[in-house]
């Protein structure tokens, strides 16, 4: 799979691995009495690369492009090779983080690594990144995250951040190197480290994905623009190394358009990694308390016949914050009803409750949403008797038409024996 340039799969074990190290956290000034806005980055890669002499990977890469939006060198540290991507280190930085960062600051973590092999086997990344991930006090936390199974860590990041995994996870991710010398074969100008890092890089710096045309390219227009150049980009490695086409098809069972990035946003305005912009208009990244209640939509009446035997009822709930939920019939709270959900933003989530219904009953099945600032609503859906079934009906139409027959013929015949 090698035509004059390096193709590396991260499911599996890298054969090479090049310790480098730059800018430790501690370097990093503290905050001080006026409490400036700062923007911290800490970029992990497993994958470094000589190249001509200069070190070449994603989280370079990444690193230009935010030197381009207005970072500070000293705020952005390095962690490249195996031997700095150990659980130490990462509990070292992010506890760091937990001490220095207040809720006006911008925090930015990237990971490149193997997603089985290494996040999950090795680091046990499930077990622990994401609950200190959290406790950064910040609700400005971008995590960006380029590997095989992404999608697996990425759907833990359930609380106010910014998350995106490059791949789903049941799909593989790739990632390509140039050699020395060799001859670059891809269409793409030559890049090194994973395909999906590359394109975000290009357009977090790329004025044209600025889709709102506010002058700043949130994460989200990063991820819109971006998709397009990435699923062109693996479509064309497939074609080029067909068994790599076929070892991805054997995982996901498909091919086509692919990937399938996973994304976590729970933030209700968009971020940006554009220190210059963060800075300088901050009062737009600052979290708002919630002082909306939760948004529940419900259908006003559903009507059953004795035919039915479930009803399912659908709710629409929505906030801005995390809320739990619970259901109750006829005033009595279903245990087996109740939960917690992200926040939404402006989406609305579904909530599907069957209810198990008899013949000749009405019901009256309602929603209460509570948020974490104690927000509270509620919406409710009756369930009303509507009779016989249809068939039911057509019986009883057709034997009072024969009642009613019968009755005429029967009155005919006694006037015409009144008329003899």
Known sequence: MRKN?????????????????????????????????????????????????????????????????????????????????????????????????????????????????????????????????????????????????????VKNFYDQCFALGSVAEHEIAIGYFPEENGTWILSEPPFAGGISSHFWAKALTNIEADTSLDGVVSLEEMHTYSLPNIRACYNETFELYPDMADYAENIAGYTENYPYPKIMNNLHYELTLNATEFRLNNEQYVWEDDIESPKI????????????DVIDITFQISDQSSFDYYCYVDGQLDPFATGSHAATGEEYWNFTYELSIQSNNNYNVSL???????????????????????????????????????QIVILRLKARKRKD
């Open 5 to 153: 340039s390096l193709l590396l799969i991260f499911i599996l074990i890298s054969t090479i691995s090049l310790s480098f190290y730059s800018t430790n956290l501690d370097a990093f000034p503290t905050q001080n009495s006026e409490n400036p806005i700062r923007t911290y980055a800490v970029l992990f890669d497993q994958f470094p690369h000589d190249v001509n002499g200069t070190t070449m990977c994603s989280a370079v890469e990444l690193k230009d492009a935010l030197l381009n939006l207005g970072w500070s060198g000293d705020n952005i540290s390095l962690f490249l090779g195996e031997e700095n991507l150990t659980k130490t280190i990462f509990l070292e930085q992010l506890n760091y983080l937990e001490q220095v960062v207040d809720e006006n600051d911008l925090v930015f973590i990237y990971i490149m690594a193997h997603g089985h092999t290494y996040c999950r086997d090795v680091l046990e990344f499930n077990s622990w990144f994401q609950i200190e991930f959290f406790q950064i006090n910040t609700k400005n936390k971008v995590y960006l995250m380029d590997s095989c199974y992404a999608g697996e860590f």
């Open 368 to 406: 209460a949403a509570v948020d974490e600032w104690s927000n509270r609503n509620e919406n409710f859906t009756l369930v009303v008797y509507n009779g016989e079934s249809n068939t039911a009906n057509y019986e009883f139409t057709v034997s009072i038409l024969v009642f009613l027959v019968f």
């Open 297 to 308: 939509r419900s259908q006003n009446i559903i009507y059953f016949t004795e035919e039915d």
